[in-house]
């Protein structure tokens, strides 16, 4: 079992930037693929970001590709999102997850976290 807890979110003008954080407690951290979803009312969860157990692999979503930067910190069971020239359209809810196997999708993983809101508006 791991806990994940995010934060970091909050309101934030276009062009500007944010860093989330999902602090993990519970089973070795290392062991785990994690990523970052996220999730706007009455649409499906979406996949942004994931890294590898070595942090030597990561994918992103295009539609953040060349803005977000996923990393882990294993020593203190940490896992971030720097989300740099936000657009509105990145407003949403924003969920850190644990998996066993390198994934994108959802129901790939199997632990997540209670979701932090990011809100980009002017």
């Known amino acids: 079992q791991v806990q994940l807890v995010e934060s970091g979110g909050g309101l934030v003008q276009p062009g500007g930037s944010l860093r989330l954080s999902c602090a993990a407690s519970g089973r070795t951290f290392s062991n785990y693929v994690l990523g970052w979803f996220r999730q706007v009312s009455g649409a499906e969860r979406e996949f942004v970001a994931a890294i590898s157990r070595t942090g030597s692999v990561t994918n992103f979503a295009d539609s953040v590709k060349g803005r977000f930067t996923i990393s882990r910190d294993d020593a203190k069971n940490t896992l971030y999102l720097q989300m740099n020239r936000l657009k509105d359209e990145d407003t949403a809810i924003y969920y850190c997850?644990?998996?066993?196997?390198?994934?994108?999708?959802?129901?790939?993983?199997?632990?997540w976290g209670q979701g932090t809101q990011v809100t980009v508006s002017s």
């Open positions: 997850a644990a998996a066993r196997t390198y994934s994108w999708y959802p129901n790939s993983y199997a632990f």
